[in-house]
């Protein structure tokens, strides 16, 4: 058999299968949820509800609070964070860009469809949420039970130093582009350059 007769039997192989029955993947999502319910416990296991606006979100949220009232199982409402407030989903948008390589004109580039991915307030919450209170009770309920410390990091934020010959720190944006460019601009190369053009030094390590 040739490659292209291997190619041709394995798109129709993935042709003939058809999306397993919702009855099935009802069973198959009750039965691992039954699971964690029981190494857990009963009184830690809860379902997780969200609403950002997205289309998708309502029949599986009809279904959990269905789950919920029929297995006593508690609900609780939270909200998928990725930036701080909503005037930063721009700003995520543009993140994700660089981080896959994209443009913001690519219609086909990963984004996310709503601007609702922040941290809101008790009050936003409740707008789209509260239809049971219980649901925005949970949280607080299941934050008391944690013991969290946070340390502040020493140092985080490495020190920059701008290379000898680069001009200065007004210099150093224009070097840092043209290694920007050798590295991924026109046609995408992939070549990494010398060490000696970084635009930073790399503590000692990390190079």
């Known amino acids: 058999m040739t490659k292209n007769q291997t190619a041709a039997a394995m798109e129709a192989d993935v042709a003939e299968r058809r999306p397993l029955p919702r009855w099935a993947i009802t069973c198959a999502s009750l039965a691992c949820m039954l699971v964690l319910w029981e190494i857990f416990g009963r009184d830690n296991f809860f379902l997780e509800v969200q609403d950002q606006g997205l289309e998708i979100q309502k029949p599986v949220n009809r279904g959990l609070v269905r789950l919920s009232r029929e297995l006593e199982i508690p609900l609780v409402a939270t909200n ?15 993140l994700v860009c ?5 443009t913001i004109s690519d219609p086909n580039r990963m984004h996310f469809s709503t601007d609702q991915f922040y941290f809101k307030t008790a009050e936003e919450m409740a707008r789209v949420l ?17 013991e969290v410390r946070c340390e502040p990091a020493a140092g985080p934020f490495r020190a920059v130093q701008v290379p000898a010959g680069v001009g200065g720190i007004q210099g150093f944006p224009a070097r ?9 601009g026109p046609g995408r190369g992939r070549r990494r350059p010398p060490k000696s053009t970084w635009p930073l030094a790399l503590p000692a390590g990390r190079q």
């Not at 998928?80 to 543009?94: F, G, M, P």
């Not at 660089?98 to 994209?102: A, L, S």
């Not at 209170?133 to 008391?144: G, S």
């Open 98 to 102: 660089i981080q896959t390589n994209r």
């Open 80 to 94: 998928d964070c990725h930036y701080l407030t909503r005037a930063d989903s721009r700003a995520q948008d543009v």
């Open 130 to 146: 509260g239809e049971l209170p219980e649901r925005l009770a949970w949280p607080v309920e299941i934050a008391t039970r944690c």
């Open 176 to 184: 840092a582009s043209r290694v920007a460019v050798e590295i991924g």
